[in-house]
């Protein structure tokens, strides 16, 4: 639904791919017209435009199909969605190495989500839900993603953070982490966004335009003395089989 804040024509043009991609057979630009209560010469330049591009083509027996031009497009996240699944044993086998939970996470736009997890034998892990959000100025695994960005593009995101983000650390925080990121490949955040949570993250080559991140999280106890070094250690070897597992599986895309 369209507010003050979206581009109504953007509105149309998902809500014209939506309605061919669910049909079964080719949808008429009539049909589309009439259904979406689009204004028929509308449509007709909405059409035009996604056949240009094509993400819509002409059925030879007539009537509108979804076209090949936006499964191009999302190629990107099936490669993504394979290289996940070729890493679910490693992180498995990660988490019971350091005994906690591990996880891979993404960026999306602003945000960190959380897209693989897997936890130790051990009871009483701290977990962290496939899916869950989180913006990029919170934690190590998002100064992890963060580092991939230019410094400009850093400073946008971190401009769009809420005041609760702030509560317990400063900007200077945030970039503290990503230097670490940069220079050390690890980023650390022991307990400042919340006391009992702690966690080291470091990079991970996903896919050939993604990075990820990837964490150990555990309690305070799991950190202390020298077991941080020596997570931060199991961590980058982990991922190093991570890279090797990946490169083995890739798939061919032609």
């Known amino acids: 639904m369209s507010n003050s804040q979206t581009i109504p024509a953007v509105h149309k043009t998902v809500a014209v791919m939506k309605y061919v991609s669910e049909r079964n057979e080719p949808v ?69 190495t350091v005994e906690m939970s591990a996880k891979i996470t993404l960026r999306e736009g602003h945000y960190a989500t959380t897209a693989l997890r897997a936890e130790p034998s051990r009871p009483n892990a701290i977990t962290s839900p496939v899916g869950y959000r989180f913006h990029l100025a919170v934690g190590s695994a998002a100064a992890v993603l963060l580092s991939a960005l230019s410094d400009g593009e850093i400073r946008r995101v971190i401009d769009t953070a809420q005041p609760n983000v702030w509560q317990r650390q400063s900007t200077e925080d945030v970039w503290t982490r990503i230097r670490e990121c940069r220079s050390k490949g690890i980023s650390h955040d022991l307990g400042q966004q919340h006391p009992s949570i702690f966690a080291i993250s470091t990079p991970l080559q996903l896919t050939e335009d993604t990075v990820a991140a990837v964490s150990a999280v555990g309690w305070p106890d799991d950190f202390a003395g020298k077991k941080a070094d020596t997570i931060a250690r199991k961590l980058k070897q982990a991922v190093d089989e991570m890279h090797k597992v990946l490169g083995s599986q890739a798939p061919r895309l032609g």
């Open 28 to 96: 008429t630009v009539k049909e589309l017209s009439y259904g979406l209560e689009i204004p028929p010469a509308t449509c007709y330049r909405l059409v035009k435009t996604l056949l240009e591009h094509n993400w819509l083509r002409e059925d030879p027996a007539g009537g509108l199909r979804i076209a090949f031009g936006l499964a191009n497009i999302a190629r990107s996240y099936s490669e993504i969605e394979y290289a996940l699944h070729a890493l679910e044993t490693p992180l498995r086998h990660l988490a019971d």
